[in-house]
C-alpha cells in the first residue's frame, strides 16, 4: 500500500490533469483534439478508481470508455469529415459571462462541500470488488442487489438505440410518396454495382 | 404481482417491435391495436395490483400515490396511441410527410411509459435515476421523430441537451446526498442535520426538477421543443411529462427531503407565482397553437405545485386530482388539435375561425376542454384549481391565491382567443376541414364526458382523496 503522502499527491495530479482535461475538450476548436482531450479525461477518471481500490471499475472504464465509446467518436468523425466546429466563435461579452458564472458556481459549490461535515466510512472494511462479487451483486434481487435498476437501464439502451436509428435513418427523396413505412429506398437508393459507377461524381453512369 | 403492469407494458413494447417486422403494408394498423390493447390490459392490472407492498427487498415499492400514478401513465399512454394512430399510418387528408416507422414509435412510447411507472415505484436512488432516465432519453428521439422537418430536428436536439443539463443537475444533487448519508435508500438517506452542503443538493434537485417541470426559469427549452415535435407528442410531452417531474418531486421531496419541505415553502411559492405568471403572460402573444400550449402547460405547472405548500395531508390528493382533471382537459383539447392538424395541417390560432359552423361537435368539445384548463365551474379543471387554491390558503399563503386568481383570469382570456375565432369569426376561406376519424372521435367524446363528469361527480375526488389522505403519515417521520 502506498503512503499518505504519495496518495495525496497522487491525488492531486490526477484531479488537476482530469479538470485540464475536461476544460480541453470544451475549449478546443477541433473535434479530433477534443475526442483525444476526452479519452484523457477518461483515462484520468479511471485513475481515480484505482486509487479508491476498486480496480475492476477502474478496468470496465477503460475498456468501455477509452477503448469503446471514445474509438467510436473518432470513427464518427472522420467519417463524417466535420473536423471543424462551424459555431462562431463567442462574443468576449459570452466568455466573460460564461467565466464568470462557472467560477462562481465553482466557489460556492467548493465552499459549501468544504465546510460540510461528511459522514465517513473509514472503518469498515471495503466491499468486494472483483467480477465475481460484482456480478452476483448486479443480478440480485435482494435488498443489496442491483437487478431493478439493471434490467431498467437495458431497457434505456434499447429504447435510445431504436429511437436513434430511426432518426439517423436515410430518408427517402422529397417526390416520393407517403408510406406509413417511412423507410422503404427511394431512387437514390438503388445499389450500382461497382464496374457500372460513374468514376467522378460516384452513382450510376448516366 | 405488484410488477405486473410494467411487465405488461414492456412485453407489449418487444412484441409491437417483432410484429412490425412481419406484418405487411396493408395489416401495420395491427401494431396500433396492439399497443392499445397492451396499455388498456395494463391499465386493467393497475387496478387490481394492492395499493401496498413491496418487491426485490423493498427497492420496488407500492403505496397509494405510485398506485393513482402509474393509473394516470397508462392512461395518458393510451390516448396518446389513439392521437397518433391517423398520423402515424397517413389515414389522414392533410399528408405530414417525414412521420412514419409506427412500430418504433410505439416501442420507444411503451418503454417511456414503463420508465415512468419504474420511477413511481423506486425506493432508492440508483433505481429512481435510472428510471427517470428511462422516462426521459426516448422522448428525445420522439420529439425528433418528423425527420422532414428541421424544426423537429431543432427539437430533439434543444430537447437532448438541456436534458442533459438537467440530468447533471439532479446527478450533483443525488450524489450530495449519497455522500451526506452513505445510503441510497431514498428513506434511509434522509439528512438529520442541515449542512451547507444539504442546501446545495436541495438546490441542485430543485433545479433538476424544475426543467422536467418547466418551471420558470427552467422552462426554456419548452416552447421550441413542443412546436417542434409531432403533435400527439406535444400532447404526451404536456401532460405525461408533468406528471413525471410532479411523481419525480414527490419521491424526492416527500420521501427523502419531506421534514425540509416546510422551510422551503416561500421557495415554492415564488416559484408558483412566477411560473403562472410568466407562462400566462407569454402565451397572450402567441400564435402558433404548439407554443400556445407550451406555455399555457408552463402556467400549469405552476398551478401544480401549490399542492407542496403545507399541509401535506391535504396537498397530495389536491394535486393527483388535478392531475387527472389536467390529462382529461388537455388530451380533450388535443384531440381537437390533432385532428385539425391531420386534416387541414393548419396550425396557428387563428386558422380555427369559424369552426363551430363547420363541426359544431369538434369545436364543443374543444370549447369545453378550454373552458376546464382556465377554470370555470363546474368544469373538472375549476374543482382541481379549487382544492390547490385551498391548500396554498391553508398554509397561509394567501396573497398567492390572489396571484393565482388574477393568473386565472389571463388564463381564460388566452382560451377565449381560441373559442373566439371557433365561434364568433367568419368560416376559413380555405374550406372546412373533413370529418374527424373514428378513433378520435371517440376518444373525444369519451375525454369530454370525463372532464365533464370528473367535476361534478364526487366520486372521483372521494377515490383519490379517500385512498391518499393517509399516504403522508406512512412517508414522513412524525
Redesign the interface.
Known amino acids: 500500500m502506498i503512503g499518505p503522502a504519495i496518495y495525496t499527491v497522487m491525488f492531486w495530479v490526477v484531479a488537476a490533469s482530469t479538470v485540464l482535461f475536461a476544460l480541453a475538450v470544451v475549449n478546443t476548436r477541433k473535434l479530433l483534439r477534443a475526442a483525444i482531450a476526452l479519452m484523457a479525461a477518461l483515462s484520468t477518471t479511471a485513475g481515480f478508481y484505482v486509487m479508491l481500490d476498486a480496480q475492476f471499475l477502474a478496468g470496465v472504464q477503460v475498456l468501455v470508455y477509452v477503448g469503446g465509446i471514445v474509438v467510436l467518436i473518432v470513427f464518427a468523425i472522420m467519417l463524417t469529415r466535420s473536423g471543424e466546429l462551424l459555431e462562431d466563435h463567442p462574443t468576449p461579452e459570452r466568455r466573460v459571462v460564461g467565466a464568470a458564472i462557472s467560477i462562481m458556481f465553482l466557489i460556492?459549490?467548493a465552499?459549501?462541500?468544504w465546510?460540510?461535515?461528511?459522514?465517513e466510512?473509514s472503518t469498515g472494511k471495503t466491499p468486494p470488488n472483483d467480477a465475481l462479487s460484482i456480478g452476483k451483486a448486479l443480478l440480485d434481487?435482494?435488498?443489496?442487489?442491483?437487478?431493478?435498476?439493471f434490467e431498467?437501464?437495458s431497457?434505456?439502451l434499447?429504447?435510445?438505440m431504436?429511437?436513434?436509428?430511426?432518426?439517423a435513418?436515410k430518408?427517402p427523396p422529397?417526390n416520393q410518396p407517403?408510406?406509413?413505412?417511412?423507410?422503404l429506398p427511394g431512387e437514390t437508393d438503388v445499389y450500382t454495382p461497382l464496374s457500372q459507377r460513374d468514376p467522378k461524381r460516384g452513382g450510376p453512369v448516366s | 404481482m405488484l410488477m405486473l403492469p410494467e411487465i405488461i407494458v414492456?412485453i407489449t413494447a418487444m412484441t409491437v417491435?417483432v410484429a412490425d417486422l412481419f406484418l405487411p403494408?396493408r395489416l401495420?394498423f395491427g401494431v396500433s391495436c396492439l399497443s392499445l390493447t397492451g396499455l388498456a390490459a395494463a391499465a386493467v392490472a393497475v387496478l387490481m395490483t394492492p395499493m401496498n407492498g413491496s418487491l426485490?427487498?423493498?427497492?420496488?415499492g407500492m403505496d397509494s400515490v405510485a398506485w393513482w400514478f402509474k393509473l394516470f401513465f397508462v392512461i395518458s399512454g393510451f390516448f396518446t396511441v389513439v392521437l397518433s394512430m391517423d398520423l402515424?399510418?397517413?389515414r389522414t387528408t392533410f399528408?405530414m410527410?417525414?412521420?412514419?416507422?409506427?412500430g418504433?414509435?410505439y416501442?420507444?412510447l411503451l418503454?417511456?411509459i414503463?420508465?415512468m411507472m419504474?420511477l413511481v415505484s423506486?425506493r432508492d436512488m440508483?433505481?429512481l435515476y435510472?428510471?427517470l432516465?428511462?422516462a426521459t432519453?426516448?422522448l428525445?428521439?420522439?420529439a425528433?421523430?418528423r425527420?422532414?422537418d428541421a424544426r423537429s430536428g431543432e427539437a430533439?436536439l434543444k430537447y437532448v441537451i438541456i436534458g442533459a443539463l438537467a440530468s447533471a443537475f439532479i446527478l450533483y444533487g443525488l450524489g450530495?446526498l449519497y455522500?451526506?448519508?452513505?445510503q441510497i435508500g431514498l428513506e434511509a438517506a434522509r439528512v438529520t442535520?442541515v449542512?451547507?452542503?444539504?442546501?446545495?443538493a436541495v438546490a441542485m434537485l430543485t433545479a433538476g426538477v424544475g426543467f422536467k417541470l418547466t418551471l420558470v426559469p427552467f422552462h426554456l427549452w419548452a416552447a421550441d421543443v413542443f412546436e417542434g415535435a409531432p403533435m400527439p407528442i406535444t400532447a404526451f410531452l404536456s401532460v405525461a411529462s408533468k406528471g413525471t417531474g410532479l411523481a419525480f418531486m414527490f419521491q424526492l421531496f416527500f420521501r427523502n427531503m419531506g421534514g425540509w419541505l416546510d422551510d422551503g415553502s416561500l421557495l415554492i411559492a415564488l416559484f408558483a407565482a412566477v411560473t403562472m405568471t410568466l407562462g400566462n403572460c407569454v402565451a397572450i402573444v402567441q400564435t402558433n397553437i404548439k407554443r400556445f400550449m407550451a406555455f399555457s402547460a408552463i402556467s400549469h405547472a405552476g398551478v401544480f405545485i401549490m399542492g407542496f405548500l403545507g399541509p401535506h395531508d391535504y396537498g397530495v390528493p389536491a394535486m393527483l386530482f388535478y392531475l387527472l382533471a389536467y390529462i382529461a382537459s388537455t388530451f380533450a383539447l388535443f384531440a381537437g388539435i390533432v385532428w385539425y392538424s391531420n386534416e387541414t395541417g393548419r396550425e396557428t390560432i387563428p386558422d380555427y375561425r369559424g369552426m363551430s359552423r363547420t363541426n359544431p361537435m369538434m369545436a364543443l368539445a374543444m370549447m369545453l376542454a378550454l373552458f376546464s384548463l382556465a377554470g370555470i365551474p363546474p368544469l373538472s379543471g375549476f374543482v382541481g384549481k379549487f382544492f390547490l387554491f385551498s391548500v396554498a390558503a391553508g398554509a397561509g399563503y394567501h396573497w398567492l391565491v390572489g396571484v393565482a386568481a388574477v393568473n386565472s383570469t389571463i388564463a381564460l382570456y388566452n382560451y377565449l382567443r381560441i373559442v373566439r375565432q371557433m365561434y364568433i369569426e367568419p368560416v376559413h376561406e380555405d374550406g372546412p376541414a373533413a370529418p374527424a376519424s373514428w378513433s378520435l372521435s371517440i376518444a373525444t367524446a369519451v375525454l369530454t364526458v370525463v372532464l365533464v363528469l370528473v367535476g361534478i361527480i364526487p366520486f372521483f375526488y372521494n377515490a383519490i382523496n379517500g385512498t391518499t389522505i393517509a399516504w403522508m403519515s406512512g412517508v414522513l417521520p412524525h
Open positions: 460556492l459549490s465552499a459549501a462541500v465546510v460540510s461535515p461528511f459522514a466510512y434481487p435482494g435488498p443489496g442487489g442491483y437487478v431493478a435498476p431498467v437501464i431497457l434505456l434499447l429504447a435510445a431504436i429511437g436513434g436509428i430511426v432518426i435513418r430518408t422529397p407517403f408510406t406509413s413505412g417511412g423507410d | 414492456i417491435l403494408e401495420r426485490l427487498g423493498g427497492q420496488f402515424l399510418h397517413g399528408r410527410r417525414g412521420i412514419g416507422s409506427p418504433e414509435y416501442t420507444v418503454f417511456t414503463s420508465g419504474f423506486a440508483v433505481l435510472v428510471s432516465e428511462l432519453i426516448p428525445f428521439a420522439l425528433a421523430w425527420r422532414e430533439g450530495l455522500g451526506l448519508t452513505g442535520r449542512s451547507p452542503a444539504f442546501w446545495l
